[in-house]
């Protein structure tokens, strides 16, 4: 009988810098263990739900997190040395706004029932991070969608609507309960959490115990 594949959930958010540097250290740990069944699932966070649903202007983000520019140059400097050497030109100055990313989260959610979260995902962090487009843009979104190989006009008329909102919400709400607390968190086999962008041997390592160890059935984690 064949083994189940391995889930991994990635709980993440779009806004994040880190999750991107993340998601180059999450291939790399894949392509290692590439003889080996895995179900990578992207799953929603948010840093910052105080965010209004349209965004708010980026330098008024910036100094009250980080007190102004200055600071965020600072904060950023590790960042961007992190994102070169997994070759991401991040872009940070041309972002014009922070956004609350529920509506992003939303689309990572429906392109799972296609098969293209990981070109959603990787669509939307470019999106934002290099491209500095607004996260908070239905417009956006759709085309970013429609480009990883979504349906437009499906993604359009949902994104439109309220679908899925609230279950985006819970699911957010469900990854604080279980203790997420900074993102990326890898979630390996229902049984490791790895926090942080760790280095691809950390998330090999992890899924080398799983394989070893077989896998925890905890549906009630892992929801749909």
Not at 118 to 138: A, C, P, R, S
Request: net charge negative.
């Amino acid at each position: 009988m064949q083994s189940p594949a391995i889930p991994l959930d990635v709980v993440s958010d779009v806004m994040c810098p880190w999750c991107y540097i993340g998601k180059r250290r999450l291939e790399q740990a894949l392509a290692a263990t590439a003889a080996v069944d895995i179900d990578v699932r992207w799953r929603p966070f948010q840093l910052d739900a105080t965010i209004p649903e349209g965004g708010m202007d980026r330098q008024e983000y910036l100094a009250n997190k980080f007190g102004g520019a200055e600071g965020a140059a600072e904060v950023y400097k590790s960042v961007r040395e992190a994102g070169a050497a997994e070759d991401i030109p991040f872009n940070f100055e041309g972002i014009t706004r922070s956004p609350n990313t529920v509506n992003a989260h939303r689309v990572i959610r429906w392109s799972h029932s296609v098969g293209l979260q990981d070109q959603v995902v990787e669509g939307l962090f470019k999106l934002y991070f290099i491209d500095g487009g607004d996260l908070t843009d239905n417009d956006a979104l759709v085309e970013a969608a429609g480009a990883a190989g979504m349906d437009r006009e499906i993604v359009e008329r949902l994104i439109n609507s309220d679908a899925d909102i609230e279950e985006t919400k819970n699911e957010i709400a469900l990854a604080q309960k279980m203790g997420v607390t900074g993102v990326p968190t890898f979630i390996v086999g229902q049984k490791y959490a790895i926090v942080g962008a760790q280095g691809p041997e950390i998330i090999a390592g992890a899924i080398a115990k799983v394989m070893e160890e077989g896998v925890q059935e905890l549906p009630e984690e892992r929801p749909s």
